[in-house]
């Protein structure tokens, strides 16, 4: 196992950065990363009035995965996640779902104990591990980490957690994969705009599959398999994901699309990533039980 620390740390993903790591396919890669925030958020006194706008949403990277070819895909099977120990949220004007009704920023800062993020003393909640920027270069110009799309990026996705399984088109040479702004716990949707915001290590294991081609990335877990869609709006994204997931069960399966698009209204869930980023993202799971009763064949799989 490598080990990566979060010196390395780019703001946007593109295809024309330097690599500051090169791993072999089949690599697990244990990685250091800020919050989003960049870590300015120290503890309850520290305001985000005060903080460096030029450095929020870092990911960490980009590692180059030898064998990860233009045209292919990367497999990244998350393996663990760990907290230092505190998170921080916020909300403030213009942002998230409530924005239009705030005057200025609010923090809020929290202890991790355990299995549970402390918001006061009377509230306790259960962490739900997740990474909120994971992604690989984008087609095209550089896309900010704040914004997510068909590369990954600032997805804001709670199905992104240990156990988990992405897999990303690939437009450059190495795919030049990064990730950051974990989040201890969030809930779909992500309203305020910060879920509770928490450096840590993620662990992953980078697979190149130059025989994959995908318009967008994929998830899978043990129960589940689905698309991953940004557009600018949850309606477009929606549509963009059962789209594909239509087309990849008629791909793998002896299934026609009516056959499918009916099957997937029974079973497939329309889920809410985030409404609050510069694209919304939504993701379109179907219970991996189905699947392998229509004979889905998928063979990328763990
Ligand atoms: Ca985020
Ligand atoms: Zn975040």
Redesign the pocket.
């Known amino acids: 196992m490598r080990e990566l620390n979060d010196d390395a740390v780019i703001y946007a993903f593109a295809s024309d950065l330097r690599p500051v790591m090169t791993v072999p396919s089949g690599e697990t890669v244990r990685i250091r990363t800020k919050d989003?925030f960049g870590n300015q958020l120290a503890g309850p006194e520290d305001e985000l009035d005060e903080i460096d706008w030029d450095a929020i949403?870092p990911a960490t990277g980009p590692i180059f995965v030898e064998g990860a070819v233009p045209g292919g895909a990367l497999k990244v099977d998350i393996r663990s996640i760990e907290f230092d120990g505190h998170a921080a949220c916020c909300t403030g004007k213009d942002e998230g779902v409530y924005g239009d009704k705030l005057d200025g920023w609010s923090t809020h800062f929290c202890q991790i104990e355990g299995d549970e993020l402390i918001w006061s003393e009377g509230v306790r909640i259960p962490l739900r591990p997740m990474i909120?920027?994971i992604g690989v270069a984008p087609e095209g110009d550089p896309v900010n980490c704040?914004t997510p799309g068909s590369h990954g990026g600032?997805m804001?996705n709670t199905a992104v957690t240990a156990g988990a399984t992405l897999y990303f088109p690939v437009v450059a040479s190495g795919a030049l994969f990064g990730l950051g702004?974990m989040?201890a716990v969030m809930g779909d949707g992500?309203v305020s705009v910060?879920?509770a915001?928490a450096p840590g290590w993620a662990t992953v294991t980078l697979t190149a599959l130059p025989e994959l081609s995908l318009a967008d990335p994929l998830i899978e877990d043990a129960q589940s398999f689905g698309v991953i869609a940004s557009a600018d709006s949850l309606d477009a994204a929606a549509d963009r994901a059962v789209h594909e997931m239509v087309d990849l069960m008629v791909a793998h399966a002896d299934i026609s699309a009516p056959d499918a698009v009916m099957l997937l209204s029974l079973v497939g869930d329309v889920q809410v990533c985030?409404m609050v980023?510069p694209q919304k993202t939504v993701r379109f799971m179907v219970p991996k039980r189905t699947l392998h009763d229509i004979g889905f064949h998928w063979p990328f799989g763990a």
């Open positions: 989003c949403n909120g920027v704040g600032n804001d702004d989040h992500e910060s879920g915001e985030q980023d």
